[in-house]
């Protein structure tokens, strides 16, 4: 993500036929406000 400079991932896992699951991450701003 940081390489693509993308805000937001997907991971998505398929096993077992009906048996799912996914995983959304969304990335920090690497800019932090000095308060």
Do not use: D, P
Request: with cysteine; charged share 25%.
């Amino acid at each position: 993500m940081q390489r693509r400079n993308a805000r937001y991932g997907l991971v998505s896992i398929c096993a077992a036929g009906a048996m799912a699951g996914a995983f959304l991450l969304e990335r920090e701003s690497q800019k932090r406000s000095a308060s």
